[in-house]
Structures are given as structure tokens and as C-alpha cells.
């Protein structure tokens, strides 16, 4: 299975500073088939990104996403208060489909 | 867009069984898979196996294999996820979640549903 890293496992951040978050795969993510996702509290996941750098229907363009390979990053331009949440990774390349075990983004 | 709109919470005792339906309104039904994933407290998230309900063939993740079943109704646009021989550590919030387009990233969500198994 393709474990996925992400990193830091907790930022504490202010609203309108800049956010990078780490995923890192164990075997490369070939067509860069990998997604990013928000959940809040007590809330379902949102999909954000898919395809590595593809924003989903409705999100804002403060999200984007890069990478290849095995190293990826989602970046927040401008943390919203909304933002405050949990991010996780998902590949898509080889099944089992597979999550980071996410990053909190909480208020500084 | 499609919507998703999961059974209740289950409260189930050790060895038993739970089956949790996902039904799917607006949009087309039968040609996108429905994946069934699974959020224990506090922790990530964990894809179970999928389903296109157009085919009606299932895959599941090997470690549910023989342990959980996935099937549709697409007469009823249902989905449904039984898991035979609960144990607690199954204790966890169910998703359904609608897949794109031949792409398994999950792009809409039911609102999850808590099985709590107890010994």
C-alpha cells in the first residue's frame, strides 16, 4: 500500500498569513492522482484539489496544489478564518486508495 | 449535484452485524462509483471498497475483504454497506462518497453515519 506523510502534524497560524502543507508518498504518485480535502469539526470532508494542482467545483483560488512524484504541497495564499481545519492527502494511483494522516490547521 | 443521505447511528454489541444505506438524489446515478470509507475517533480517514452501481461489481480494500459487502439498488438509487462480525475497534462514522468520473478522489459526501459497537 502507498503510505502517504504529511507534515507538519499541527500548524498554529493567524488569519491572513500563508499556509504550505506537506504530503509525501512512499512509492511515486503516478499522474499525479492525488487529491487534497478539508474537514471541520463535527463536518464531512470537502474535496479541494484533485489531480495534484485542479481546484474542485467551487473553491476559492486561495487553495492551490503542486507536485509530482512522490512530493506534493497544498498552499493556502491567505488563510481565511473559514481555513481552520484538518487537510488530508489522498492518492488514487494504486489501490487501496490511501490518506495522510492530516494536518490541523488551528488558530495561533 | 448529487446528494447523499445516509441511514442512522447504529449501536451494535460485538459479533453482530450493521448494514448502512446512502441514498443518492439529483444527477445521474448508475455511472459513477459510491465508495464507502470509515473515520474512527479522532483519526483519518480509511477507504472500505467501492461500487459502480450501473455494473454492480464491487472491490473492496483487502482488509475488508470477506468482512464487509457492498451492494446497490439502483431501482431505489441506494447504496449499501453491511459488515458481518463487528468487533469495537469498528467503531467509527460510515461515509458514502460519490467518486468522479472514472476517478476514484471523492468528490461529494453523505452526512455519515456513527456505528458504536460495544463489547
Known amino acids: 500500500d502507498i503510505v502517504l506523510t504529511q507534515s507538519p502534524g499541527t500548524l498554529s497560524l493567524s488569519a491572513g498569513e500563508r499556509v504550505t502543507l506537506s504530503c509525501r508518498a512512499s512509492q511515486t504518485v503516478v499522474d499525479n492522482y492525488l487529491a487534497w480535502y478539508q474537514q471541520k469539526p463535527g463536518q464531512t470532508p470537502r474535496l479541494l484539489i484533485f489531480?495534484?494542482?485542479k481546484r474542485a467545483t467551487g473553491i476559492p483560488d486561495r487553495f492551490s496544489g503542486s507536485g509530482s512524484g512522490t512530493d506534493f504541497t497544498l498552499t493556502i495564499s491567505r488563510l481565511e478564518p473559514e481555513d481552520f481545519a484538518v487537510y488530508y492527502c489522498q492518492q488514487y494511483y494504486v489501490p487501496p486508495w490511501t490518506f495522510g494522516q492530516g494536518t490541523k490547521v488551528e488558530i495561533k | 449535484q448529487v446528494q447523499l443521505v445516509q441511514s442512522g447511528p447504529e449501536v451494535k454489541k460485538s459479533g453482530s452485524s450493521v448494514k448502512v444505506s446512502c441514498k443518492a438524489s439529483g444527477g445521474t446515478f448508475g455511472n459513477h462509483a459510491i465508495s464507502w470509507l470509515r473515520q474512527a475517533p479522532g483519526q483519518g480517514l480509511e477507504w472500505m471498497g467501492t461500487i459502480t452501481p450501473m455494473f454492480g461489481i464491487s472491490n473492496y480494500a483487502r482488509k475488508f475483504q470477506g468482512g464487509v459487502t457492498i451492494t446497490a439498488d439502483e431501482s431505489r438509487t441506494t447504496v449499501y454497506m453491511e459488515m458481518i462480525s463487528l468487533r469495537p475497534e469498528d467503531t467509527a462514522v460510515y461515509y458514502c462518497?460519490?467518486?468522479?468520473?472514472?476517478?476514484?478522489?471523492?468528490?461529494?459526501w453523505g452526512q455519515g453515519t456513527l456505528v458504536a459497537v460495544s463489547s
Open positions: 462518497a460519490r467518486e468522479g468520473f472514472h476517478t476514484p478522489y471523492f468528490v461529494s
Open positions: 489531480d495534484a494542482s
